[in-house]
């Protein structure tokens, strides 16, 4: 979900540069890198987009490493990324064959969590970058196994087989991921077994809204603004046919926070992801390059005040004097265009892990925060009686 890596950011991306060289496949792998020894194989190359973060590829013996240094972004849209050609490593002509697909699987450690990475394949054909490309949602400083099978790849033999390992909008500060293998099959589908962790599509599909069976109102939300930090917005209000009416905003120098009552679904599991609805008062924004720009970012508030009350609220109190990387999570969740005509829905999907967090309480809320120029302003709760509040729509799992 998101950032994600969005299509024609992956095509630059591919396009950059060409992978060359290979590992001959082992017993255990048709293509297998354990990374041993001092130095990166031949084969790999590794690069960055969309910003000005740096990517650095290395290797110890056992595993290697990311090392990609965020300090001199602004917009927090970059991409970094390891890729390689495997495929005179795997049997094409096997994958040609019905109800066989390419499984790619690596080990992997991060250091700051709650982050998403990525693992992609593709061709010199490829068209649609996230058709192929999975996120893997990690909570801990662990190692963990995680894998994705494709659908529908498609790949003859003298076609090139990209695979990429990715990590993307991080935040503004160093960061590194490990490494420990990374290994790539033609696999039966029918008898492969499920893949491990849990696969999430970039963007997927938003169903109705009639097939969710839980719709939560929120109960607290308000406008923060970063230049007054001091300042309580509850108050904050445009006008529809000469009355007031409460509204939240998001701009360059304003977010809205939001939290809702999940106390009764406490211990339950999410079934899928759900939807975060808004509904437009106004829109504003500019046409510019890159095409991030100009949505708004949906983010997890994972510290500050738990409790924080919408009369009284301030950037301040929220964060309880904790740098805003430690109370909101520097990796969106998703960025999404607005609905530009007043009275548009938005609808925003958020994913299992992170709805899984908000019933777990782990996550106290969601923030949302502009992704450049834009000036989008939403109907909140206490708008008449709260008939267009952002509204959370999401299903359990049946016991």
Not at 98 to 107: C, Q, V, Y
């Amino acid at each position: 979900m998101g950032v994600r890596l969005s299509s024609t950011r992956v095509r630059v991306g591919i396009m950059a540069l060409a992978a060359g060289g290979l590992l001959c496949g082992t017993a255990s792998a048709q293509f297998l890198d354990e990374f041993r020894g001092p130095t990166i194989q031949n084969g790999w190359t590794w690069f960055t987009g969309d910003g000005t973060a740096t990517n650095d590829f290395q290797q110890r013996d056992g595993y290697a490493t990311m090392l990609v240094d965020g300090t001199k972004d602004r917009a927090n849209i970059w991409w970094a990324l390891i890729k390689r050609n495997v495929a005179s490593s795997l049997a094409l002509k096997r994958l040609s064959e019905p109800g066989h697909e390419l499984r790619l699987e690596a080990r992997v450690r991060i250091y700051e969590t709650p982050r998403r990475v990525h693992l992609s394949a593709n061709t010199q054909k490829t068209t649609d970058y996230d058709e192929h490309l999975r996120e893997f949602d990690i909570t801990d400083t662990d190692w963990h196994v995680v894998s994705m099978t494709t659908r529908n790849f498609h790949a003859q033999p003298g076609d090139e087989v990209n695979i990429q390992f990715a990590i993307s909008d991080w935040g503004l500060g160093k960061y590194r991921a490990d490494i420990a293998y990374y290994k790539v099959d033609v696999v039966d589908v029918s008898t492969a077994g499920p893949d491990k962790g849990e696969p999430l599509q970039v963007r997927p599909p938003v169903p109705g809204l009639a097939t969710f069976s839980e719709k939560l109102r929120v109960v607290q939300d308000c406008t923060v603004n970063l230049q007054y930090p001091d300042l309580n917005l509850n108050d904050w209000f445009a006008v529809d046919d000469g009355k007031k009416a409460p509204v939240v905003t998001v701009n360059g120098v304003q977010l809205v926070i939001l939290r809702w009552d999940l106390h009764e679904y406490a211990g339950q599991r999410a079934a899928g992801a759900g939807v975060l609805e808004l509904t437009t008062q106004s829109m504003a924004h500019a046409i510019v390059e890159p095409e991030e720009l100009g949505q708004v970012r949906v983010t997890e508030i994972l510290g500050g005040d738990p409790s924080w009350d919408q009369r009284t609220v301030t950037l301040g109190s929220l964060s309880k004097g904790r740098p805003m990387d430690a109370v909101l999570n520097p990796q969106m969740s998703i960025d999404e265009r607005v609905a530009e005509a007043h009275g548009g829905k938005t609808l925003i999907t958020i994913s299992r892990p992170v709805l899984q967090r908000m019933l777990d309480g782990k996550t106290l809320g969601l923030a949302i925060l502009s992704l450049g120029p834009v000036d989008a302003t939403f109907y909140a709760s206490e708008y008449e009686g709260g008939r267009l509040a952002p509204t959370l729509h999401f299903n359990l799992q049946k016991h």
